[in-house]
């Protein structure tokens, strides 16, 4: 029988029952196991973050003593990151690169100090911490243009993905713009993409900027925009891209208007075309038709249009548009996933043993 020492700070620091410590990650001891601490003096102990704990001679990563650390001049960083008047130490290793007085963390990879900014992770397969430094880059004004993207810093002055650096020198009017499975950003009042496999038929309307972690990286000219959600995008107000199994695909020029289903991330509808991307790169995007008054999507599959009734951008063979349905979960045995007044379907397929 445990308990947490300070439940407010730490779920995975307990005492026993018969007053000794351990170390359980978020108290599961019987699942993840359990770590003793004799050495912990019972009286002066304290956690100090979820993994981190101090007594008045030693300081604790997960259970583990960490050598030469000062629980005097102890403070916490990050959930991994504490200093003391002597080092930096990141899930319990030293790091003398750092100074110690000024040491900051971003999380979850960037550590900084009063000179330098850092780019960090473990390797796989290794025990120890790697920092990169990132050249040049201005700890005084480094900071996460987007807070959920930490793998993506700037000083104001340069982007830094990771441990590399692009190679632009931002604008003063730099603005990010989106940060997920495509980076686009404003900078010198062109918009900046860098997306993986994205090929341009073109040159003349895209300059080249860079290639890094093998995805291009184009300068476009016009008013900096980006449009649309999903795989589904539209740059500049002319270009329709589409991400496909990862990589993305210029579909169009000259496009003035998407429109995309939060529903369905393989339909969109661009300038009254309605469009249909394959799961799969093999297979390429196609036009399935006008985009018709009778649009209406049913499933994220499904999907009726110019009186059909569409699966996965084909039409399905025999299909009544005006009883066609989705059935609820659970409502057949079967294998089915529509149905109309006469027939029932699988992946846009109709299923002919029709039991009643």
Known sequence: MASPVDPTISQSYLKSWTGGLHYCSAGLCSELGRRDMPQADRASFRPVSERYAADRQRVYYEGREIAGADPATLRVLGPDHVADQNALYIKGFRVREVDAATARHLPRHYVLDRQKVWYGEFESGRSDYFLSELQGADPARFHLPDPDQDTLGTDGQRLFLGKQTLP?????????????????????????????????????????????????????????????????????????????????????????????????????????????????????????????????????????????????????????????????????????????????????????????
Request: glycine share 8%; hydrophobic share 40%; net charge positive.
């Open 168 to 356: 632009l020198a931002l604008g003063k009017d730099f603005r990010l713009l989106e940060s997920k499975s495509l980076l686009a950003f404003v900078s010198d009042a062109r918009l900046h993409v860098l997306a993986y496999g994205l090929q341009w038929p073109d040159a003349s309307a895209v300059r080249e900027a860079g290639t890094a972690q093998r995805s291009t990286w184009l300068s476009l000219p016009g008013l900096p925009s980006v449009q649309g959600n999903g795989p589904w995008r539209l740059i500049n107000g002319r270009w329709l891209i589409v991400q496909q199994d990862r990589r993305w695909r210029l579909l169009a020029d000259r496009v003035q208007r998407l429109t995309t289903f939060d529903e369905s991330i393989w339909y969109a509808v661009a300038d009254g075309t309605l469009w249909y991307v394959p799961p799969r790169h093999e297979k390429p995007p196609f036009e399935v038709g006008p985009a018709s008054a009778d649009l209406r999507l049913l499933s994220p599959y499904y999907l009726i249009n110019n009186g059909q009734v569409i699966h996965h951008g084909k039409p399905v063979a025999g299909a009544d548009p005006s009883s066609f349905r989705i059935p609820p979960k659970g409502e057949f045995k079967l294998n089915i996933d529509a149905m109309d007044k006469q027939w029932l379907y699988d992946r846009g397929e109709r299923v002919d043993t029709n039991p009643p």
